[in-house]
């Protein structure tokens, strides 16, 4: 697999420009990984990429904090973990009279759901009326459709993932189930890279595959992330978790915090010409983190940029005629 092919699993395409630009080399764990977080590869995809890095790229050993000890084949633990998908997605999908399914939609917008509380008998029944559901949605729409397999009498569900077309993404299984070994299963999870990124202090950036998210949702004015650190301190790590954005988010209201948030691997630079409205706060804050503009200066744009949006708020333009403002003082 060549490197070329490698940088299409990195979900932010800016990432993977700069990735490109300066010709990075991958090793074979570092490909699994990319393949294992790509969000647009289905699960049949994701199988044949890694059955390629087995085939093509030469083998290494795997460390992590959270290993008991290091594993000498990422080879090895990728045909293991291929086996673990695989099992699972039979068993996701093996009829049985006790097993009943039900299908949501998660969107993008607001990080929206949907649920159906129709318990279906077949998965078969079950795919069809998502697959329905999700053809009168655009593909922007959708973040991902999931389907639940539960059996009567206690065992724990199956959830399977799909794409705005029906088709399965990934499979996962509840831990407590007993039947893979978990330490295959959250092998990923337990790595973390740090990857050279394009992205400086001060920049706004954004990520367009969860854009609104709960928790850290919107553009942010970076202050730090993992590569950096790395490269400043070489920062050690422990897991997926601490491939890290931090900077300043932005409430409805146009207040502004201090947060961390991961993956950086998803992000991007955010569209310049939508800090619009509130937004423009950040634009403001983006110049004064990179030294251009003086903090008393941000914090004038600040309290402005607040009271002027909250005048367009008030008074939204074209809800009265000009003779009305003019009666009202508000125009000369």
Not at 16 to 34: T, V
Not at 186 to 211: A, E, Q, R, S, T
Request: net charge negative; glycine share 4%.
């Amino acid at each position: 697999m060549t490197n070329r092919e490698i940088c299409q699993f990195v979900n932010s395409k800016d990432i993977r420009k700069h990735l490109l630009d300066i010709e990075y080399k991958f090793s074979a764990l570092e490909a699994a990984w990319l393949v294992y977080q790509c969000f647009a590869l289905t699960l049949e995809e994701r199988i044949n990429a890694w059955e390629d890095i087995i085939a093509t790229m030469p083998d290494q050993k795997a460390e992590s904090p959270h290993f008991d000890k290091p594993y000498e084949s990422t080879h090895a633990v990728l045909k293991e973990y291929i086996e673990i998908r695989k099992r699972t997605l039979d068993m996701m999908l093996k009829e049985d009279v006790k097993a009943f399914y039900h299908y949501s939609i998660s969107y993008k917008t607001n990080y929206a759901n949907y649920e159906d509380n129709v318990a279906y008998s077949s998965y078969e029944k079950c795919l069809h009326e998502l697959k329905k559901e999700l053809a009168d949605c655009s593909e922007d729409e959708i973040h991902f459709g999931r389907i639940i397999r539960t059996e009567i009498d206690g065992t724990y569900p199956i959830t399977a993932y799909y794409n705005s077309k029906g088709i399965i993404k990934d499979v996962e299984i509840h831990p407590d189930y007993g039947v893979f070994n978990w330490n295959i299963t959250d092998f990923f999870d337990d790595l973390w890279f740090h990857f050279p990124v394009p992205f400086k202090k001060g920049d706004v950036l954004y990520n367009p595959i969860y854009p609104n998210k709960f928790d850290c949702a919107g553009p942010v004015v970076m202050t730090g992330i993992t590569p950096l650190y790395y490269e400043e301190d070489h920062r050690r790590h422990a897991d997926t978790s601490d491939m890290i954005v931090s900077g300043y988010f932005q409430f409805e209201d146009g207040t502004i915090y201090h947060e961390v948030t991961y993956n950086y691997m998803n992000y991007e630079y955010f569209p310049a010409e939508s800090l619009t409205g509130k937004k423009r706060i950040l634009k403001s804050l983006s110049s004064f983190e990179k030294g251009e503009i003086s903090i008393d200066l941000f914090i004038k744009a600040y309290h402005l940029i607040i009271l002027e949006e909250t005048v367009n708020e008030l008074m939204p333009k074209g809800w009265y005629t000009d003779e009305g403002m003019k009666l009202a003082g508000l125009l000369e």
